[in-house]
């Protein structure tokens, strides 16, 4: 007989023996590869979904609650500089305006809460892989996908739109308005941007669909009184036409942009300058000064440093940090409530005094009954206690009396406090706690004549002690001359000198190559954990298939044991004599 048809007919004699051993590997092996194959599909699922929610979008800054000049180069471009001509191959500057906000069609029937409002220029729609036709309009607004399947909402339904304004502080900030600050407006729906048409943009990593809708971005800017700002800048590069050497080298300079062309005005400080004639009105006026402050109140401790150790001048800094206190009583138990205090040093206060003294206004001594040497106790909300409003109390002795002129009497010296500074009333203040001590009438008739004029002033080392916080420890830094044009004079260098020092990293400046995270996330993130968790919940699967395996080819060897003479002595034996 020949070996092959020896090995077929072996074959076909014990075809069930093999076929349990060839079922039991196909198990096992299908098992481990659908887990594999799990993980494989999930990547590309979630390569697909990084890539709709980007488009060509390479890199991003995303400034959150700080807002920069929105100039068609956005931070990249120096100040001044024309702008350049667009390269078809080179990189896409985009500036957006995102706020939070809440939709609803006009009919009540539907409501979409925590949507991204996104306030889009010219560049953002040719960063899709396929570009809207129409460009964005004035009126109205452009749902993604995701939004109009909540809303139900087609090209031309009515809705309603609520935009969150956003406030010069958090909302945890002690003096932080609690009104509804949201703008209602009522529009059209223009259209409905699907995915390749960058609706579902995000800069995040979540894989829950983000609910967008479109506005221009100048419509945008002046709805929420953000003229000509912006707060997330993108760096769009096609990478069908750009290699990844070139990419690379585009951000680079992109970043490098940035660092050198950022001005004061993009990290949300400024610099003016506070003349003689508009600091005081009385005849003892104080000096001109220059004056570095922000409209987030609070300056930032990077910021400050650079402020207070980039003068080159021979006039020295002065920090400053003004806040509101709710009561300043005497012994005699007379109070008077809700007073701004300044903590500064020299010229504001003796450099001779100590921590536990305070200066008060001719106003305050007389309204309270105070003489210098004279107790003073002071309560005030710790500026890190946020909604739980934590009161404190401190004592000090009244050092002296100072004029409510000059040097102690400007009222520039409260900052812009949101729901404060713009209040013509008492009766008016949001200051975003319950307003539990009376407001007596010789305390408005204060406030209409002198505003945020400080009653009060202690050193700056005592006012950092009290009223440092996460957002920062002084509201203004100033630098006082014998005349305004030495002030003016000043201002440019100082406003070089601090620039220089201030680092955008520190300040969340910096572009993320988004793009390359997101592709990184998919590729190592939840796919691989999905691998890992299959892998794991079909080992017992794998380890049954792989005992099933072993005991049908143990089964198949041992019904064949006396072809290949492994079976039992006496078999042998008996084989042999029957053989014989």
């Known amino acids: 007989m020949r070996s092959q048809r020896l090995l077929s007919r072996s074959l076909f004699f014990h075809l069930r023996s093999h076929l349990g051993v060839l079922l039991g590997t196909a198990v096992g092996t299908a098992v481990l590869v659908g887990a594999f194959a799990v993980g494989d599909s999930l990547q590309a699922s979630l390569r697909e979904r990084a890539l709709n929610r980007l488009g060509h979008v390479t890199a991003a800054y995303d400034g959150r609650d700080r807002f920069f000049e929105a100039d068609p180069g956005g931070p990249v471009q120096a100040e001044g500089a024309p702008n350049p001509l667009p390269d078809p191959n080179g990189p896409i500057y985009a500036n957006v305006l995102r706020l939070p906000g809440l939709v609803a069609r006009q009919d009540g029937a539907a409501r979409a809460n925590r949507i991204q409002v996104l306030g889009v220029d010219a560049a953002f729609l040719p960063m899709a892989p396929a570009p809207a036709s129409q460009p964005l309009r004035t009126e109205g607004i452009w749902l993604n996908a995701a939004l109009a399947r909540q809303l139900s909402a087609r090209e031309g339904d009515g809705v309603i739109l609520r935009l969150h304004k956003p406030g010069a502080l958090s909302l945890d900030a002690i003096v932080s308005p609690r009104d509804d600050s949201s703008i209602p407006i009522r529009t059209q729906v223009l259209g409905i941007l699907t995915d390749d048409q960058l609706g579902a943009f995000d800069l995040g990593v979540g894989q829950e669909s983000a609910l967008n ?38 951000l680079a300079t992109a970043a490098d942009a940035i660092h050198a062309n950022a001005t004061l005005a993009d990290f949300e400080y400024a610099l003016r300058t506070h003349p003689a004639s508009t600091v005081a009105k009385a005849s003892n006026p104080a000096p001109p000064s220059v004056e570095f402050s922000t409209r987030r109140i609070f300056i930032e401790r990077p910021a400050a440093t650079a402020a207070l150790s980039g003068s080159n001048t021979t006039v020295a800094p002065v920090p400053i940090l003004t806040h509101l206190v709710n009561q300043l009583g005497a012994t005699n138990g ?3 409530p809700y007073s701004m205090v300044t903590a500064a040093g020299s010229p504001y206060t003796p450099a001779d005094m100590a921590d536990d003294e305070i200066l008060i206004n ?61 209040a013509e009333s008492t009766h008016d203040w949001d200051a975003g706690f319950e307003l539990v001590h009376k ?62 020092r201030l680092q955008p990293e520190e300040f969340g400046m910096a572009l993320r190559p988004v793009r390359a995270e997101a592709l990184a996330a998919a590729r190592n993130g939840t796919a691989q954990m999905f691998t ?9 699967i794998i380890a049954s298939a792989l005992l099933l395996t072993s005991l049908l080819f143990r089964f198949g060897l041992e019904q064949r044991a006396g072809e290949i003479g492994a079976g039992h002595p006496e078999q042998r034996w008996g084989h042999a004599a029957s053989a014989a």
């Open 213 to 250: 809708a479109f506005i221009r971005l100048e419509t945008l800017q002046g709805l929420t009184g953000l003229p000509g700002r912006a707060n997330v800048f993108l760096v769009g590069l096609d990478p069908s036409r750009v290699s990844p050497e070139a990419a690379e080298r585009h």
């Open 334 to 336: 007379r109070f008077a």
């Open 362 to 422: 001719q106003w305050l001594a007389d309204d309270l009954g105070l003489r210098p040497g004279d107790p003073l106790m002071m309560t005030h909300y710790d500026a890190d206690s946020a909604s739980a409003l934590i009161e404190r109390t401190n004592h000090f002795r009244v050092r002296a009396i100072v004029p409510l002129s000059g040097l102690w009497g400007d009222r520039t010296l409260m900052p812009e406090f949101p729901g404060l500074a713009k």
């Open 439 to 500: 407001i007596r009438n010789q305390d408005e008739a204060y406030w209409k004549q002198w505003r945020g004029t400080p009653k009060a002033f202690i050193t700056e080392r005592a006012g950092r002690r009290l009223w440092a916080n996460r957002f920062g420890d002084l509201t203004a830094i100033r630098w006082f001359h014998p005349t305004e044009a030495a002030a003016s004079n000043a201002l440019p260098q100082l406003r070089q000198q601090i620039r220089s």
């Open 532 to 540: 890992a968790m299959f892998i794991g919940f079909s080992l017992f």
